[in-house]
């Protein structure tokens, strides 16, 4: 079935003869950009996924080197950080990636929220335990990518 402009659903636009949802939590999301690094390979395609759902650009990354590559190399609007890698540590990783680019959101995430009491964390603009239900992740990227500043 086509769908037309006159028979959208919630949550999608129309793009002429394709339609794309790109609403979410009220926001367009088409330009933002969204690294998600992530070692877990299913975890990291479960965020990638549900994420484009969502209108966003999304690239991955398994570990902090590679993401740290991918950070000189081009711009994210926003950085989705495993704090427990193997291949860097993810404290270190965090301030290197605040080094590189100062206007990066980063969202940090763990197992657990013991880490969470290291000052380091501070710098990232928002600290979430890991979840199966994105409903929180979702809305802290959409509150991050769309206040005043951004």
Same mark, same amino acid.
Request: aromatic fraction near 4%; charged fraction near 25%; include cysteine.
């Given at each position: 079935?086509?769908?037309g402009?006159?028979?959208?659903?919630?949550?999608a636009?129309y793009f002429g003869n394709?339609?794309?949802?790109?609403i @979410?939590?009220?926001?367009?999301n088409?330009?933002?950009?969204?690294?998600?690094v992530?070692?877990?390979?299913e975890?990291?395609?479960?965020?990638?996924?549900?994420?484009?759902?969502?209108g966003y650009r999304?690239?991955?990354?398994?570990?902090?080197r590679?993401?740290?590559?991918?950070?000189?190399?081009?711009?994210?609007?926003?950085?989705?950080?495993?704090?427990?890698l193997?291949d860097?540590?993810?404290?270190?990783?965090?301030?290197?990636?605040?080094?590189?680019?100062?206007?990066v959101?980063?969202?940090?995430t763990?197992?657990d929220a013991?880490?969470k009491?290291?000052f380091h964390?501070?710098?990232?603009?928002?600290f979430?335990?890991?979840?199966?239900?994105?409903?929180?992740?979702k809305?802290?990227?959409?509150?991050l990518?769309?206040?005043?500043? @951004?």
């Open positions: 079935m086509e769908l402009k006159g028979s959208l659903k919630a949550g636009r394709n339609t794309q949802r790109v @979410h939590w009220g926001c367009s088409v330009a933002n950009k969204i690294l998600v992530e070692e877990e390979r975890l990291r395609g479960f965020y990638q996924t549900e994420l484009e759902e969502d999304v690239n991955t990354a398994p570990g902090g590679e993401a740290l590559s991918r950070l000189s190399d081009e711009s994210f609007d926003l950085v989705v950080l495993d704090l427990e193997s860097v540590d993810g404290l270190g990783c965090l301030q290197s990636i605040v080094d590189l680019n100062q206007n959101k980063v969202v940090l763990a197992d013991t880490c009491q290291d964390t501070w710098l990232a603009d928002a979430l335990v890991k979840s199966p239900d994105l409903c929180e992740l809305k802290t990227i959409d509150t990518l769309h206040s005043k500043g @951004h």
